[in-house]
């Protein structure tokens, strides 16, 4: 079945409009489509064939693995072998989605050289041993064996490359219906030459609208019915997407029981030139505190753009910033909070399309899976806003145990450096670290979790440190905030890591003083070797295969100039390839030219016979298409101009004919003797006038 | 265990049906897009990461309404269906049918589909083949190839019809490839209409059962030199119509082993550079045994099928005119039939070669009774085996201390023809070849 014209351009201009990828998939539609002007063609053997199918299919492999790559599938998968849980589950599930989708989407490009091959080849169709291993391996044996090749049945690469450009067009989240009229359209197209002729064109114009009309409520019908399925367990769609944190709220796992899980993941890198890194980089800061959770009491739309300054420096907060440091962070789904130190007020080298900021101190950014960017920073006011009364709320139900803590350290009255220094000395001698929890089966277990926090069980993560910290100092009148984001505390060589399990939760402070938000980390400084002890042989190999993903990544997402290089390099590599295929290949063959064009090295082709034949035409008498040589020179021989040499022609033709035909050939002599012979024939031609022609 | 067979029974016979349904009921771009439906139904699922949910209902309304189309085609046709007597395996089979439009309306762009004869094996039948592929399937070895579909009978062309206006008979040329021997039953035949789309065809069914017997494949034989001289035949004069031993010459020929040296006719060598003899007519002539082992595994086994097909590459090739030829072989009873000399053509030892089926009633011992019954009468055998275990091995070497010359040809399945050859060599009579199943042709170049 051949494909009706311009369809496949089209359904590859289709695929590229609806994948991002416009331009290739113009230009490959195109390639495909000159096929109906340019009239060359090039011979492809079946096993040309099968070495472009495997490199097809290794390209496939290859694509699955950087797709892999690109979207953390390695870390997601080693998440669920480190940490097994719904969580982790979810995220490989994740990985492996979009790895999928990835593949799915670029299988047309990679496939691509396939389907040009066949088309710009005589073939009309391809064996399908070329494309199968069990069908060729059948092949092998026979030949092998010496029996007949097994029939094998050939198809045309058209139809399916069609369906595949189809397909990979619909693997887009984007929900519009552009794809749905550009399907619709497509497949009539490819439907138009397989009517009936038995009905009239306005019958299957009218069946065919009709199907349109109803598929097109159909689809939307489908997609209310897939929404509202989602909507009756919205956990179970939120479990895929990543976990990081949100700008509005943070649910603490205050009063979780068992074991806090934690990640070594390496998520962010640190390269500070002054060779000290900020301690801590924060992503969001919150407000207010109730069951269990804090609130930013801000939504999404209390984000502001910012705008840069150039392509990519954003100006979030205008003062002095000494210090700088690089940061690497990975952008799940293209769009997270940046993990920012205190004081930044500026970005510099961000490849982001969009950044916004709250007034919290929260930067979000839309971008490239991976940025590499400098924060400068520096000590002073940030961009957070002024304490406000919000900042002072307390949690009803946990204030007769703030109270009780607050007389026993005698904290009324205290000035802020006193109230923290008092406050970290209790935290860091009074309370323990742990990221265990066992079930309360104590009188206090009816207690509030803060409470018995503070009054009994005394020993918590980060999360319980950091809001007893601020509810206290709220109880005795200093307005806080709660933060969160990660703590940098790991060297890596030069440079500093920070894991899945640096995740951190400390105290903003305002200092009503220098009118300033002060960072305290009310945490037991204990916490971090306890996290240290955790580093295996495992954990080292992990690491080394995440240096790796991330060099890819930064790659993939354009944060080195390695591609810059590669394009560069690939320019005398691709004009060599355009000189070996349109120069250089002996195989092209043009359908034009019905004769072979190669020149045939025949032994005896440089006989001076052919001289003298050459000359005999010159003067009329030609030799006729098919004719004999030794006839020809039969009927020549009675003209007057060559009545002369009718006897040297004789033998010249003898010797001419041992010198091509003999195996054994000439000897010096009589290749001597074959010169000098057809040189006094020529000799004595010249000398005679030009004859009548003969006639035939 | 039987259960559970009778479920994959079930679901083969299930399955087998709905393949010939849509084949005859879908054009190649409905498959195609019957195709795409499912494809697009997989994957519609996941519609976070991509709309082609959006192209499902397109596709699935494209078949939804031409199925619907289906149900408004009331046309009748009468038809004759003009068959040759005979066809073989894997060779085209042409022929027409006369197709009468009985509406009041002209009719165009139809096709006409023939309905075969269900020829789903029973039960037993398709368990016995599928077991005994189970015993000779290695494990892991996907490439070894299987037959794609061994119960089906013949492949059919679906042939465009001309148009036919009210009352008028059009002539509609047809062609189908037969794929196993014996009678190939047609019920009758589809006289289809393509739906707008040209997706889906509506029929309008013709009674018309017929039936064409189904030669078995012929393999080209070298020209070889049976085993065996003249012997006397009983039948005398009456059977030696053209051929024999008299007073009277007939003709010259090529020297056979143990032809009396006194009808050499030495002029005759002289010229021709090899030994040639004088025949003369009497009753005395050349009678050659075909000895078909029907033995085999289950009734769809592919080495009996080829095991016939040789035979009648023999029944053809024999030259009758000159010799008799005897086929022997057992079946609901031992059978021998004789052709030549004007006895029978080999045309009728194919027709009973197409209807030979495996025996299960009987065991070895009768066929080999049936020959050393004869074995007096003839003189030389070919023996076509399915396997060469030890019966066959004992049989062959009766007949051998009997002075009878032979060929013994073993018909191995495709890849066990080394087991055959691992018998022992000094069982193995003078002319004795394998003979595996796909590589038949080459096998039997091997005779001369």
Known sequence: MKTPPLLIGAALAFWGWQTGFLIPGIIMGLSLEAARIVRARWEFSDDDLHRIWNLCLGATFAAAIYAFNANEGPAEFRDLFHNPGFMSQHGAQFATARTTMSVLRWLPMIFFCFVLAQTYSPRASVPLHVISFILRHRLKTARKLGAPAPVSRTFNTAYPFFGLCLFSASVHSTDDTTFFWGFCVLTAWALWPHRSPRFALALWTAVLALVVVLSYFGQRGIGQFQSYLGNLNPQWLGAFARRRFDPTQSQTEIGTLGRIKTSPRIIIRVEAPSGVPPRRLREATYRAFKNRTWYSEFTENDFSRVSETNDTTFQLFDKPVPETVRISCYVPGGKALLPLPRGVGRLENLLAYNVWKNPLGAVLEEGPGLVVFDALYGPGPSMDSPAEDVDLTLPERDMPALEQVVDELHLQGQTIDQALQTLSRFFSTQFTYSTWFEQDRSSHRSEPPLTRFLLHTRSGHCEYFATAAAVLLRKIGIPTRYAVGYAVHEGDGKNWVVRQRDGHAWTLVWDDRHKTWREFDPTPAAWVSMDARQITLMQRISDLWARVTFEISKFRWGQSHVRDYLLLGSVPILLLLFYQVFFRRRRRRSIQRGTNSRSIDWPGFDSEFYQLERKLAVLGLSRHPSEPVSMWIERISEHESVSEIQGSLRELLALHYRYRFDPLGLSAADRRKLQSLAGSCLEKLEERSVPEPVSR | ?448
């Open chain 2, 1 to 448: 265990m039987r259960l559970l067979f009778k479920f994959l029974y079930r679901v083969y016979r299930f399955m087998s049906g709905l393949r010939y349904w849509g084949y005859r009921r879908f054009t190649r771009a409905g498959l195609i897009v019957l195709c795409g439906v499912f494809i697009a139904g997989i994957f519609g699922t996941d519609s976070d990461n991509n709309v082609i949910y959006q192209g499902f209902t397109f596709l699935l309304l494209l078949l939804v309404l031409a199925l619907c189309s289906s149900l408004f085609f009331r046309a009748r046709f009468s038809a004759i269906r003009h068959l040759p007597r005979f066809g073989t395996v894997g060779a085209p089979l042409a022929y027409s049918i006369a197709l009468k439009n009985l509406t009041s309306k002209p009719q165009t762009g139809l096709a006409v589909v023939e309905s075969l004869a269900d020829a789903r094996p029973s039960f037993q039948d398709w368990l016995d083949f599928q077991l005994a592929y189970e015993q000779r399937a290695r494990s892991f070895r996907y490439t070894q190839g299987k037959r794609s579909n061994p119960f089906r009978t013949a492949n059919f062309k679906i042939a465009s019809v001309p148009p036919a206006l009210s009352d008028q008979e059009v002539r509609v040329e047809c062609e189908l490839t037969p794929l196993r021997r014996g009678p190939l039953r047609l019920d009758g035949l589809a006289v289809a209409r393509p739906d707008p789309l040209g997706l889906f065809r509506a029929f309008a069914r013709v009674a018309l059962p017929q039936s064409v017997l189904i030669l078995p494949k012929r393999y080209p034989l070298p020209p070889i030199a049976l085993p065996g001289s003249m012997k006397y035949q009983q039948g005398g004069v009456a059977l030696a119509s053209s051929v024999g031993q008299s007073d009277e010459f007939i003709a010259l020929r090529d020297y056979r082993q143990g032809d009396p040296l006194r009808h050499i006719h030495w002029r005759s060598w002289a010229r021709a550079g090899k030994p040639v003899v004088k025949e003369f007519e009497d009753e005395f002539f050349v009678r050659h045994a075909l000895v078909l082992d029907t033995y085999a595994e289950h009734s769809h086994s592919e080495a009996f099928e080829e095991a016939a097909s040789i035979a009648a590459s023999f029944a053809c090739t024999i030259q009758t005119q000159e010799s008799l030829l005897d086929l022997l072989f057992v079946g609901t009873q031992s059978y021998c039939f004789t052709a030549g000399r004007g006895v029978a053509h080999g045309e009728q030892l194919l027709e009973i070669l197409a209807s030979v089926r495996p025996c299960k009633e009987h065991d070895f011992s009768r066929l080999e009774r049936l020959v050393l019954n004869h074995i007096s009468k003839v003189s030389g055998c070919v023996f076509v085996f399915l396997d060469w275990d030890k019966p066959r091995r004992d049989f062959v070497g009766k007949v051998r201390t009997l002075g009878v010359p032979l060929l013994v040809l073993v018909v191995a399945e495709a890849g066990r023809a080394k087991r055959v050859n691992a018998a022992p060599p000094a069982d193995r009579p003078e002319r004795f070849f394998v003979i595996e199943c796909g590589k038949v042709e080459e096998g039997l170049a091997l005779l001369e």
